[in-house]
């Protein structure tokens, strides 16, 4: 009779301190030995983990009010402008926003030293930070400027809210051109010198519950070093891809709106990047726990690196250019190993997330949970499957003269 | 014998075809590892410099008579561990793989000596955890 669990008895196992808890790494060499069956009911937990840079990521703040009170139309943080759209004294620092002094590429290659992810990263480390703010003055709003030094200990709240993680799979980044490329799969050297991939593969969440069964809203997980929340699928979140016989997705597919406290994370594990010619981004570490609720779940745990396919795209005019081109696929065992043929040529790989990283926060979430610090959370909701009929879009074409928008208040 | 070396040279110094002579009067092999020289022509050169034991010092004592202040070329580049995440990227771009990845941990190490500062780790890092440490000298 195959092993079923349910997330309470798993969760009563995490109280008493008795959960038996693996990374997504381990459960590989466990299941090669004992097999699925015996595994399936020894295992309890498998913990995944990555660490990479996620620019769709960033924070909102509520900074307290000034005396007299402000209603703040622009907001910067170290001189990075925050989205102040929304209440008086609320805003939203992105982790790919730059400084409106930065040169960006008008030296090519810019080198984006400085951007929100940097702001976040310093935030947390309890840096000071300098706070500007400008206001056009309301009879309950009189202040017009703020020009101040705050800490993270200083804010009202401040959380994380990251609207698209953990991309399940990504492609792998190569140059077609004759010139060396700058994007934000790194450098690219011409005539595909190298070839770029960003997964932690094996340990990445969604790799390891490719159809979401476990993975929904409501889901605790590792976010930043603390404890955070999956909050609803993440933009883009695209299931129903063309997937391996184990189901893995052959390139991106599903992804993850995460929510936390920034004030309980550390800095260690959000840090801010600056990506030569592209911009400023955020490496953000994620962790996911798997229940091992039945054999079918194991199975999906214990996928390999050698078992995860990902689409070989050329950036230099595939990409930008939207221009469909068939490369094949390369699987993360290859990737890693630091060199994959093309065309019958030996390339070098280049790495983006980080594999250590990732193993660690496998391994820290294996901690909590043996130590029973950290319960496993049933979702609410689950997020749209392979089965959902998502189309991918992009932005019409259509000629906006001539259009009443907004009763004729037309931008011109 | 051979060795890499900084040489930090002045606008007038700059003119002056020293590589030339280094090749022509000394018999010695160059292979410039980087060059930076700023709009008012000063600047630094990095050389591997290789030939006799006789030519190579007298080679030097020339570069050094003309007034360019020559210096060993050692611990210039720094990787800092701790600002690092180990994401791997500057080891394919590492040409003496003194920046390298463990292919069972994946985790990356640097060794100081195999490096030849061509400079190449220091675009490609997010983290800029590698940084190039000369002591550049305002005016020379």
């Known amino acids: 009779m195959a092993a079923k669990k349910s997330y309470e008895e798993i969760n009563e196992k995490i109280k008493r301190g008795e959960a038996v808890v693996v990374t997504a790494e381990e459960v590989i060499g466990i299941v090669a030995e004992k097999g699925y069956a ?9 913990t995944t983990g990555t660490f990479g840079p996620m620019c769709s990521s960033g924070a909102f703040i509520n900074f307290g009010h000034s005396n007299p009170r402000i209603k703040m139309k622009k907001v910067w943080l170290n001189g ?35 951007g929100g992810g940097h702001v976040i990263h310093d935030l947390l480390a309890r840096k000071e930070i300098r ?29 994380l809210f990251n609207p698209r993680n953990a991309y399940q799979n990504y492609n792998c980044a190569i140059n077609l051109g004759d010139k060396a490329i700058y994007t934000y799969m790194g450098i690219l050297k011409p005539k595909v010198g190298n070839a770029s991939y960003s997964s932690a593969g094996q340990l990445s969440p969604l790799l390891n519950d490719p159809y979401y069964r476990t993975i929904g809203i409501g889901t605790r997980i590792f976010l930043g070093g603390g404890v955070g929340y999956v909050a609803w699928n993440g933009t883009q979140h695209h299931p129903n891809v063309a997937r391996g016989e184990n189901g893995v997705p052959l390139g991106g597919a599903g992804t993850l709106a995460l929510i936390g406290d920034l004030k309980q994370m550390d800095p260690n594990w959000l840090v801010g990047l600056s990506f030569i010619g592209y911009g400023a981004t955020m490496a953000v570490g994620i962790g996911i726990p798997i229940p091992i609720l039945d054999e079918e779940m ?44 093309f065309n019958g040529k030996e390339v070098v790989t280049t790495p983006q997330s980080s594999y250590p990283r990732a193993r660690k926060i496998a391994e820290t979430l294996k901690g909590w949970i043996q130590r029973g610090q950290f319960e496993l959370t049933q979702p609410v909701a689950n997020i749209p499957s392979a089965d959902a009929d998502i189309v991918f879009k992009s932005i019409p074409e259509r000629n906006p003269g001539g259009t009443n928008l907004n009763g004729g208040n037309r931008r011109d | 014998m051979k060795n890499k070396l900084v040489c930090y040279f002045s606008a007038a110094q700059s003119e002056q075809p020293i590589i030339y ?58 990787w800092q561990p701790e ?10 771009f590492c040409p003496t793989e003194a920046l390298n990845i463990d292919r069972d941990s994946m985790e990356v190490s640097f060794d100081n000596a195999k490096c030849v500062v061509c400079g190449m780790c220091l675009d490609c890092c997010p983290t800029r955890a590698i940084q190039l440490h000369f002591e550049i000298k305002e005016a020379v």
């Open chain 1, 80 to 114: 990075v402008e925050a989205y102040s759209g929304i209440a008086a004294v609320d805003a939203y620092i992105g982790a790919a926003q730059l400084p409106d002094t930065d040169p960006e590429n008008k030296v090519f290659p810019g080198r984006f030293s400085y």
């Open chain 1, 131 to 159: 706070l500007e703010a400008v206001g056009y003055g309301t009879n309950c709003y009189p202040n017009k400027k703020v020009d101040t030094i705050i800490t993270l200990d200083d804010v009202n709240d401040a959380f």
């Open chain 1, 38 to 46: 015996k595994a399936a009911q020894e295992i309890d937990v498998v």
């Open chain 2, 83 to 92: 600002v690092c995440i180990q994401c791997g990227a500057c080891a394919s």
């Open chain 1, 298 to 341: 194991l199975h999906y745990t214990a996928v390999k690196d050698e078992d995860i396919y990902c689409p070989i795209v050329d950036y230099n005019e595939g990409y930008p250019y939207s221009k469909p081109m068939d490369l094949g696929l390369v699987n993360y065992k290859d990737l890693k190993s630091g060199k994959i043929i």
């Open chain 2, 21 to 78: 002579r280094l090749v022509k009067n000394y018999d010695l092999s160059i292979n410039i590892i980087k060059a930076d020289i700023n709009p008012q022509k000063e600047g630094f050169l990095v050389l591997e410099l290789e030939g006799e034991k006789n030519s190579y010092d007298e080679g030097v004592a020339f570069i050094k008579s003309l007034g360019v202040v020559v210096e060993p070329l050692s611990e210039t580049v720094v």
